[in-house]
């Protein structure tokens, strides 16, 4: 069975500080996303990151994969009160179907 | 707005009822997916559609949980006979085939 394990579970920091969240997994995935969710509405998708080493870069976030694409990590710099929100890595279930296996999520809390 | 669409966004319901919940995907979208979030959880999937062939059920989908999608168009899932543990967030999402998937907004059922 394939688990998404993310830590921490729930963050909460002041504005201007520099944070890491983690997405790890004894699975390889061919590909991991990351997803943002605020409360009461869906997931939005931030970035997908393919190549096991590859960082990719979204204004103050930065997405890095696993060399062995079993884990990956998102930074987030100087935060801000709009980072708030619940983070979301998803990794595809295999085969043709497309579904995603989601990790339980971290909480972020950034305060003013 | 040209987003996968979910209607109603909020549902009560006394235990025992039957409850039908309707999700528009995005219109040259030919798969559709239903997922399933609870508290402190991430989305786990329960079924998903390519065109009007259900292709794949979890097996969180008990047998009181149906979905549709008889035109290849919108999809229903109606969950007969309902009970308190299936209080959560109720997401669909969309995509061509390999593509990337959009979420909707999700329709919050709460069983009391």
């Known amino acids: 069975t394939q688990l998404l394990e993310q830590s921490p579970q729930f963050l909460s920091i002041q504005e201007g500080e520099n944070l890491t969240v983690y997405c790890n997994s004894s699975s390889v995935f061919s590909s991991l996303q990351w997803y943002r969710q605020e409360p009461g509405e869906g997931p939005v998708l931030l970035v997908t990151?393919?190549?096991?080493?590859e960082v990719k870069k979204l204004k103050r976030l930065t997405f890095q994969f696993g060399d062995a694409r079993k884990d990956s990590s998102l930074h987030i710099t100087a935060a801000q009160p709009g980072d708030t929100g619940l983070y979301l890595c998803a990794g595809g279930a295999g085969g043709s179907q497309g579904n995603l296996i989601f990790g339980k999520g971290t909480k972020l809390s950034v305060k003013p | 707005d040209t987003g996968v669409s979910q209607d109603p966004r909020h549902k009560i319901t006394k235990r025992g009822q039957n409850v039908t919940f309707r999700c528009d995907p995005i219109s040259e979208h030919n798969r559709l997916y239903w997922y399933r979030q609870t508290l402190g959880q991430g989305p786990e999937f329960l079924t998903y559609f390519q065109n009007e062939a259900q292709l794949e059920k979890s097996r969180l989908l008990s047998d009181r949980f149906s979905a549709e999608r008889p035109k290849g168009s919108f999809s229903t899932l109606e969950i007969q006979r309902t009970e308190q543990g299936d209080s959560a967030m109720y997401l669909c999402a969309s995509s061509l085939v390999g593509g990337r998937a959009f979420f909707g907004q999700g329709t919050r059922l709460t069983v009391v």
């Open positions: 990151v393919v190549t096991g080493g």
